[in-house]
């Protein structure tokens, strides 16, 4: 079994707030309405926090350093107090050093608050989503760029939908497998170099680099740009992985399912991901192979387990202490094809 080298998977310390602005104001919805502000201040954590207990007085388990969220019940609850313990109350949390504030549901800030806000130079952002909106897509955002990555060579490729990573020795064929499958119509990911990242607890998703992209490098012909030459429909920028197909020339002394029964497993980032070793000699057809491999995952998935169904077939057939040679057919018509 290939053996993924681990050592190296990489995770974020922090993100700054100038970049959470320019990549994620989009999918917020953010708005930048502080002046005098510092993007430069540091995110490291990727969880959001509404600060309505240190807004009241209760710091002791203030999680500072997330991006804090200001919805209409910490604004509604300043609002409640007079300046000088509005101010005493903003003061209290922006000792902290916290990174920026959003503010939601079209709220914009009073006046203390920027006040407060510039002289601690922290950020404010306001946004037209609702609290519970602005959560789910700045928590995606960043649970993503705090995820942690690995990058792995072979080739990544989406055949009926299905996420499918060939790996093996360099020279094996994996890229030639994955522009045969392209010709018939299926989709390119990645080559050579595939960055995975861990999306939740049992997800991973695969792309390729900046650099590489829907490049690939065909021995004896050279680079190629998959795009440009089989057009839109040929690629994909991600796609989970599902299934890991390990190619690897006949070995007589290497073990190979022949029933489907074992359900072999890979860990990568534990997750488990369904693992295939795929034996190669000279006629046999990888490719034909390789969309048997995405259907039977298919039909798995909704239910379906040929072996086991196959299996379940032979014990009742050993039960009843009936013939197993019969005939698929016990009367041939005249129509004999």
């Not at 602005?134 to 939908?161: C, E, I, M, N, Q």
């Not at 020339?249 to 693992?275: A, C, F, H, N």
């Not at 000279?282 to 387990?305: M, Q, R, W």
Request: glycine share 8%; net charge neutral.
């Amino acid at each position: 079994m290939i053996k993924i080298d681990e050592k190296n998977i990489l995770r974020k310390e922090h993100i700054t707030v100038k970049y959470l602005y320019e990549n994620a104001s989009k999918i917020c919805k953010l708005n930048l309405v502080s002046k005098e502000h510092n993007l430069d201040n540091k995110i490291t954590d990727q969880n959001l926090h509404r600060p309505g207990l240190a807004l009241a007085g209760f710091v002791d388990l203030f999680s500072y350093t997330r991006v804090q969220v200001y919805g209409n019940t910490e604004l509604r609850y300043l609002d409640k107090l007079t300046e000088d313990k509005r101010r005493q109350s903003l003061r209290r949390v922006f000792e902290f050093n916290i990174p920026c504030i959003v503010i939601t549901d079209g709220n914009k800030p009073d006046k203390i608050l920027l006040e407060e806000a510039q002289n601690f130079k922290v950020p404010i952002f306001n946004t037209e989503y609702s609290t519970t909106k602005l959560v789910y897509f700045l928590s995606d955002f960043l649970d993503d760029h705090f995820a942690p990555r690995l990058t792995v060579h072979g080739s990544f490729v989406d055949v009926y939908g299905v996420g499918i990573m060939f790996m093996g020795k360099s020279g094996i064929g994996k890229s030639e497998v994955t522009l045969d499958l392209i010709e018939r119509g299926h989709r390119l990911v990645a080559d050579d170099v595939i960055i995975l990242t861990k999306k939740g607890e049992g997800i991973l998703m695969g792309t390729g680099t900046d650099l590489g992209k829907h490049f690939m490098e065909i021995r004896g012909l050279g680079i190629i740009d998959v795009e440009r030459m089989f057009g839109i429909r040929a690629i994909r920028y991600q796609k989970r992985l599902e299934i890991l197909v390990e190619l690897e020339i006949w070995d007589d002394k290497s073990e190979y399912t022949r029933t489907g029964l074992d359900g072999r497993t890979m860990p990568i980032m534990d997750v488990e991901i369904p693992y295939i070793k795929l034996p190669i000699l000279p006629g046999k057809n990888i490719t034909v192979i390789s969309e048997v491999i995405a259907l039977n995952y298919l039909l798995k998935h909704y239910g379906y387990d040929s072996a086991h169904v196959f299996q379940e077939r032979l014990t009742e057939r050993l039960r009843a202490k009936t013939d197993i040679d019969n005939r698929g057919v016990n009367y041939f018509e005249h129509d004999f094809e």
